[in-house]
């Protein structure tokens, strides 16, 4: 049985474009990059640096909450996993908030980025020397790119994949006094 090149453009047609046509415009995306500054060492701070990269055209507003990009970590979209495997648990603040305020959102200008250092030691018990992970587990919860849609109120936020690769890194020995 032979099939005609007319049909079969046809039928290619009805199946592509219903698909594109419901794809509708892309949302807003981010790229995210963890990085240690320094050497980390038990007892001592261990300095990450959170990148995040707009690839897009036009500028994103994201909510900071619980990112390096907060002044006080209160909470955090992380996993830090210790040498053992285990879970190490987050100790800093958790909190319940209320609305957002304007302040409360960094801007990510369009086709760069931003970025910010937090001490993990902050907010974690690193004093056992060895190999960590951490990964991002949680969402942003906002991200925006018109400015006049910040800020938002909690019941209209519209969460985005923070999508980091896991940062592995070293946790040395205590120095020691010379």
Not at 12 to 21: N, R, T
Not at 60 to 71: K, N, R
């Amino acid at each position: 049985m032979s099939v005609s090149p007319g049909l079969l453009l046809t039928l290619a047609a009805v199946l592509v474009v219903p698909a594109c046509a419901a794809t509708g415009p892309a949302a807003p995306h981010l790229g995210c990059e963890l990085k240690v500054v320094g050497s980390p060492h038990a007892g001592g701070p261990a300095m990450v640096r959170m990148t995040l990269q707009n690839p897009g055209e036009r500028p994103l507003f994201a909510l900071a909450w619980g990112t390096p990009f907060e002044e006080r970590w209160m909470g955090t979209p992380f996993t830090l996993r210790g040498p053992d495997g285990a879970e190490v648990p987050f100790q800093g603040p958790m909190v319940k908030r209320g609305d957002p305020g304007r302040d409360d959102y960094e801007l990510v200008p369009a086709k760069g980025s931003v970025e910010a250092d937090a001490d993990l030691a902050a907010v974690y018990d690193l004093s056992r020397p060895g190999e960590y992970e951490l990964s991002a587990t949680r969402d942003l919860y906002d991200l925006a790119d018109d400015e006049t849609q910040v800020p938002r109120p909690r019941d209209r936020h519209q969460g985005a994949k923070l999508e980091c690769a896991p940062l592995r890194f070293t946790v040395a020995p205590a120095a020691t006094a010379r």
